[in-house]
Every structure is written in C-alpha cells, then in structure tokens.
C-alpha cells in the first residue's frame, strides 16, 4: 500500500477559507504592485525630489568623515553598512548630514537637496526603506483578515 499522499491530494485537503485567504492576499499584493508602478502609493519621495530639483534647491555636501560596521560577523561575505557624515552649506549656515549606505563606499561629495523647510534629503536609496515592508505586510494582514471572517480556526 502507498501512505503518501500526492500533490493534488495534498493541495485538495485544505479548507475553502484557506484559498480564499490565499487568493485575497495575492489580489492584494498585485493591486499594491499595479499601484506602485502607477505612482499612485509610494510614490511621496520621488515627488518630493523632483519639486527640489525643478525649483534649483540642492547643494554640494562633502565628506568630512566615514566609517563602516559589519552587519554580519561570519567573515565570509562583505556586508558592510558604511555611514558618512557630509558637510554643506545652506542659508550661509554649515551644517552636517550623515547617510547610510549598504555595500558601498559612498562618494567624496553627493549632491543634498532641500524643501522650502530647509530639511535636507539625498536622492539615494534609504538603508531601512519602511514602506517597502509595508508592501509586504498589508497582503499578509489581508490574508489574515479574510481566514478570520470566514471562520477559519487553526
């Protein structure tokens, strides 16, 4: 006799709520993806940059100091995050920005850009991106919420 069960079986075993959870979560995430693309959600950065950079507001910051810390202590891979401390001037004031990055040496001079608040941003990619793991999670807690309505107990 054969005790194993097969892909079909296997897949066939599990309760309705679980594939409407699954299908959900999956929905979710590619109306995320559709949206994204669009640059209807995510996309306040980018908008940001490019009100800077139409009104002129940059300046040239120059690395003052850099140092980096090894995210893993295996000593077989070069996972590195470097942090420099840049320093520009703005409004005849000199000030200082530090800037993450994974990989990489960052550069000697990066360009800065302002708001009309004077806040200052590069157009660099951030180390910790927080709304990239939102991306991820709003299809789980979809997922989640659909196996709850319907009554699903583990």
Same mark, same amino acid.
């Given at each position: ?70 995210? %893993?202590?295996?000593?077989? $891979?070069?996972?590195?995050? !470097? ?8 409004? &005849?004031? *000199? ?8 990989? %990489?040496?960052?550069?000697? $001079?990066?360009?800065?850009? !302002? ?8 157009? &660099?990619? *951030? ?28």
């Amino acid at each position: 006799m054969n005790d194993q069960l097969s892909i079909a079986e296997a897949l066939g075993s599990f309760p309705p709520e679980v594939w409407c959870g699954t299908i959900a979560g999956i929905v979710t995430f590619a109306i995320e993806l559709v949206l994204v693309s669009k640059g209807i959600i995510f996309s306040g950065r980018n908008k940001r940059l490019e009100k800077a950079r139409k009104a002129g507001r940059c300046v040239l910051g120059k690395r003052v100091r850099c140092h980096y810390r090894d995210k %893993s202590s295996d000593n077989k $891979t070069c996972n590195r995050r !470097y942090v420099a401390q840049y320093e520009y001037t703005l409004n &005849g004031k *000199t000030k200082t920005k530090q800037i993450t990055s994974l990989g %990489s040496e960052p550069g000697y $001079t990066i360009w800065l850009y !302002y708001d009309e608040k004077g806040r200052v941003f590069t157009d &660099g990619p *951030t180390a910790k991106d927080l709304l990239t793991i939102v991306l991820y999670i709003i299809p789980v807690l979809v997922a989640g919420l659909v196996l709850k309505v319907l009554g699903f107990e583990p």
